[in-house]
């Protein structure tokens, strides 16, 4: 085994790493804007009760995330919910936050967006 080959998986592991903790200060960040602790973004599943709060939706509902088709209704569900409590649009939270969240929660978190709280139903 030569050097190349084995460095060859060390730039993807650091750019990997780069994005991790770049998603993890964005989500920080909403979740600060929110009035949540910040802290919530780098724990597995209270994250997504967090998320389920800012976006005015019921604590139980982290239960339907473990059901299989059903969690993906849901995910775009609280996208939706979650764009509309930072007062963007649907297709932001489409396409934003549900399809490209890499791109749309740093917009949410470093743009200029402001929490309005949860849209009334």
């Given at each position: 085994m030569n050097q190349s080959d084995a460095s060859v998986g060390?730039?993807?592991?650091?750019?990997?790493?780069?994005v991790a903790i770049f998603m993890i200060a964005a989500l920080w960040k909403v979740f600060t804007k929110a009035g949540r602790p910040g802290w919530a973004a780098i724990i597995p599943i209270y994250n997504l009760y967090v998320q389920l709060k800012i976006a005015g939706?019921?604590?139980?509902?982290?239960?339907?995330?473990?059901?299989?088709?059903?969690?993906?209704?849901?995910?775009?569900i609280v996208s939706l919910d979650l764009a509309k409590s930072f007062g963007k649009s649907s297709a932001f939270g489409i396409f934003?936050?549900?399809?490209?969240?890499?791109?749309?929660?740093?917009v949410l978190a470093f743009g200029s967006a402001r929490y309005q709280g949860p849209a009334a139903a």
């Open positions: 060390v730039i993807p592991a650091i750019i990997g790493l780069a939706r019921p604590g139980w509902w982290l239960v339907l995330y473990i059901i299989p088709v059903v969690n993906i209704i849901i995910s775009i934003g936050l549900w399809l490209f969240g890499i791109i749309g929660y740093p």
